[in-house]
């Protein structure tokens, strides 16, 4: 074990003090760890591989900074570390060619097996691009589908919350600690969404927000999802960032059309003409990834089962959860098939 005594004080053992261990070990440089997961059959064989080389090591600055806020951070409820290779870790985003070695959560974990579509877009949008960001959100809550996003002023913020008004599920993903609110005009919705969806990030707790990492956790959207949704990009947006990531993942990109005139879609209609699908509504992009959806729905529906028979519900609650577990249903005909009233659904 390591010799300076850290590992009973900061009480992480297993894979998640090896692979904090592993990400901030100086030894190997960003790109050269990834080149040694690629070289591994499995981020198992490559961590056991790890062994040899912290087990007599003393540990540097950095990784006893990690350790300490990691442990510091799972104290608190509804907090979760999450490690390349463990079943709880999101299936899509670990097939991506750079994955997080440790993931910092904070809310339901479960959503990170749902199924999830990306919604990106400007800092300043238009009052349609507005308009188009709560459209495609309520749109999507309402099939049961999670919306990822990353937090930032505009579009980003429009889809957080137009997905929880939906009563939907979100996905928060921070260029910075996951307890770390930014911008800082987003408190609010950073704790309805740690409270009704999740807040994740790669970055140990604490850590601030700098422009090196926005472009870190973009990659993480796009990885997260099943496809990824442009709602106004303008040339040079940052916005196009997430949408070649999405590429890269050999992932589904949807793009929302503007006005020709405007220079907010200058991006997003070239990213059309490359190939990117049209998007005007929410069918759109679901009639394209129906089996994906089908196949990660299911995925969801067994690692959230639920025993109806122990919990302590009303009669409406567990009809609505039995046509629920049956299939995706929107808000309209769950009210038809369950004969209950709008409100009470």
């Given at each position: 074990?390591?010799?300076?005594?850290?590992?009973?004080?900061?009480?992480l053992?297993?894979?998640?003090?090896r692979?904090?261990?592993?990400?901030?070990?100086?030894?190997?440089?960003?790109?050269?760890?990834?080149?040694?997961?690629?070289h591994h059959?499995?981020?198992?064989?490559?961590?056991?591989?790890?062994?040899?080389?912290?087990?007599n090591?003393?540990l540097?600055?950095?990784?006893s900074?990690?350790l300490?806020k990691?442990?510091?951070?799972?104290?608190?409820s509804?907090h979760?570390c999450?490690?390349l290779?463990?079943?709880?870790?999101?299936?899509?985003?670990?097939?991506?060619?750079?994955?997080p070695f440790?993931?910092?959560a904070?809310?339901?974990?479960?959503?990170?097996?749902?199924?999830?579509i990306a919604?990106?877009?400007?800092?300043r949008?238009?009052?349609?691009?507005?308009?188009?960001?709560?459209?495609?959100a309520?749109?999507?809550a309402?099939?049961?589908?999670?919306?990822v996003s990353?937090?930032?002023l505009?579009?980003?913020?429009?889809?957080?919350?137009a997905?929880?008004?939906?009563?939907?599920?979100t996905?928060?993903v921070l260029?910075?600690?996951?307890?770390?609110?930014y911008?800082?005009?987003?408190r609010?919705l950073?704790q309805?969404?740690a409270?009704?969806?999740l807040?994740?990030?790669?970055?140990?707790?604490?850590?601030?927000?700098?422009?090196f990492?926005?472009p870190?956790?973009?990659?993480?959207v796009?990885?997260l999802?099943?496809?990824?949704?442009?709602?106004?990009?303008?040339d040079?947006?940052?916005?196009?960032?997430t949408?070649?990531?999405?590429?890269?993942h050999?992932?589904?990109?949807?793009v929302?059309?503007?006005?020709?005139?405007?220079?907010?879609?200058?991006?997003s209609?070239?990213l059309?003409?490359q190939?990117a699908?049209?998007?005007?509504?929410a069918?759109?992009?679901?009639?394209?990834?129906?089996?994906?959806?089908?196949?990660?729905?299911?995925?969801?529906?067994?690692s959230?089962?639920?025993?109806?028979e122990?919990?302590?519900?009303s009669?409406?609650?567990?009809?609505?959860?039995?046509?629920?577990?049956?299939?995706?249903?929107?808000?309209?005909l769950?009210?038809?098939?369950?004969?209950l009233s709008?409100?009470?659904?």
């Open positions: 074990m390591i010799q300076n005594g850290l590992t009973p004080s900061y009480d053992v297993g894979d998640l003090f692979w904090i261990c592993f990400k901030h070990d100086p030894a190997w440089t960003r790109r050269q760890k990834y080149q040694l997961l690629e059959e499995s981020p198992q064989a490559l961590i056991d591989w790890y062994d040899p080389h912290y087990e090591s003393t540097n600055a950095s990784q900074s990690a300490k990691a442990a510091e951070f799972l104290r608190a509804n979760h999450l490690v290779g463990q079943t709880n870790y999101p299936p899509l985003l670990a097939q991506i060619a750079d994955p440790v993931l910092y904070i809310g339901d974990i479960s959503l990170l097996v749902a199924p999830c919604m990106v877009g400007s800092r949008p238009t009052q349609l691009g507005v308009n188009s960001t709560q459209a495609f309520s749109q999507l309402s099939m049961g589908i999670t919306t990353g937090m930032a505009g579009v980003d913020g429009y889809a957080h919350e997905t929880l008004c939906a009563s939907g599920s996905i928060a260029a910075c600690g996951a307890d770390v609110v911008p800082a005009r987003h609010a950073y309805r969404i409270k009704r969806g807040v994740l990030s790669e970055y140990p707790p604490g850590t601030s927000a700098l422009p990492r926005f870190e956790r973009n990659r993480l796009s990885g999802s099943l496809g990824t949704l442009i709602i106004e990009a303008a040079k947006s940052g916005t196009l960032i949408a070649r990531y999405c590429i890269e050999n992932r589904d990109l949807f929302v059309p503007g006005s020709l005139q405007s220079a907010q879609y200058e991006g209609h070239r059309i003409q190939g699908y049209l998007a005007t509504n069918n759109d992009i679901v009639s394209v990834l129906a089996s994906e959806l089908s196949e990660q729905i299911s995925v969801f529906r067994k959230s089962d639920l025993d109806l122990i919990l302590d519900i009669l409406a609650e567990r009809t609505v959860l039995n046509l629920l577990r049956r299939e995706t249903m929107s808000t309209d769950i009210v038809k098939e369950a004969g709008v409100a009470t659904v």
